[in-house]
């Protein structure tokens, strides 16, 4: 079994706490990528999407996963479950520093998901730096926090990969 999670970066120029709009695990906030097939290795032409609050009886009846696909060239069955409590929003030093944040863990079976696509229902919070007046010039304070709300990030600085994690069997 083989577990992925999906790290993001962005960049996010004096935001910080990028997040979907529900938090990490926001039921409503889809997630969009390809499939690829582990059996021939032919990837989806169009993104699938899945979301928390869609749920599929998987195949052999054992507990619910978020996605039940047919591929459609060698016609394996293949499922996606998403793992909540793994993600967390990202953070300005870590966007500055070029780290990822991990956002969501998907247990895929039969499948590989690639090419995730930002979409929009995205939060973050602003805040400027400021230079301490007094002796240590290179300490700064965070002086303002807006949040800013349904954010569309599918057109702007961002990267994301998908981390293969062997998950405990
Ligand atoms: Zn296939």
Redesign the pocket.
């Known amino acids: 079994m083989v577990n992925y999670m999906l790290m993001i970066t962005a960049d996010l120029e004096n935001l910080t706490d990028l997040q979907p709009q529900g938090g990490c695990d926001g039921p409503n906030f889809t997630y969009y990528f390809k499939l690829k ?6 990837v989806t032409q169009k993104e699938t999407c899945v979301s928390l609050n869609e749920t599929v009886p998987s195949a052999k009846g054992k507990s619910d996963t978020n996605l039940a696909q047919k ?6 069955d293949g499922t996606v479950s998403m793992i909540t409590g793994r993600g967390r929003p990202l953070t300005q030093e870590q966007a500055e520093t070029g780290k990822y944040a991990p956002l969501m863990l998907f247990d895929c079976r039969g499948y590989e998901p690639v090419d995730f696509v930002f979409g929009s229902g995205w939060k973050a919070e602003s805040f400027e730096l400021m230079s301490h007046p007094g002796e240590n010039a290179s300490q700064s304070f965070v002086i303002e926090g807006t949040k800013f709300n349904d954010i569309d990030l599918s057109a702007g600085e961002f990267a994301n990969m998908m981390r293969r994690e062997n998950a405990p069997s």
């Open positions: 097939c582990g059996n021939c290795g032919e591929c459609k060239f060698c016609s394996r």
